[in-house]
């Protein structure tokens, strides 16, 4: 069993930054990918990026590609998600994600197993 436990969300004026931190327990996730994924009111939860185990494959959606940047620290069981140029379509619930199975890093929602609680992401215009 993992827990995750994402911080770092707010309020925050359009053209801005946050960084956002998902802290793992239970178990080392340094062997797992782990994703970022958003859910805006009234909206389906969409993936945002990905990473692998060593950081070496990286995946961004295109709507966050150049502004958001994913990264991990292992020795630390934490990920981050360092998101600028924020945008009032960014608006949504983060949530931290791993995916424990070894298949590889992927970026379909259903294919990763233990989720954090969310943060809150704002953006005003």
């Known amino acids: 069993q993992v827990q995750l436990v994402e911080s770092g969300g707010g309020l925050v004026q359009a053209g801005g930054s946050l960084r956002l931190s998902c802290a793992a327990s239970g178990r080392s996730i340094s062997s797992d990918t782990m994703g970022w994924f958003r859910q805006a009111p009234g909206k389906e939860r969409e993936f945002v990026a990905a990473?692998?185990?060593?950081?070496?494959?990286?995946y961004y959606a295109d709507s966050v590609k150049g502004r958001f940047t994913i990264s991990r620290d292992n020795a630390k069981n934490t990920v981050y998600l360092q998101m600028n140029s924020l945008k009032p379509e960014d608006t949504a619930v983060y949530y931290c994600?791993?995916?424990?199975?070894?298949?590889?890093?992927?970026?379909?929602?259903?294919?990763?197993?233990?989720w954090g609680q969310g943060t809150q992401v704002t953006v005003s215009s």
């Open positions: 994600a791993a995916d424990t199975t070894g298949r590889g890093v992927t970026t379909t929602l259903v294919e990763y197993d233990y």
């Open positions: 990473i692998s185990w060593n950081a070496r494959r990286l």
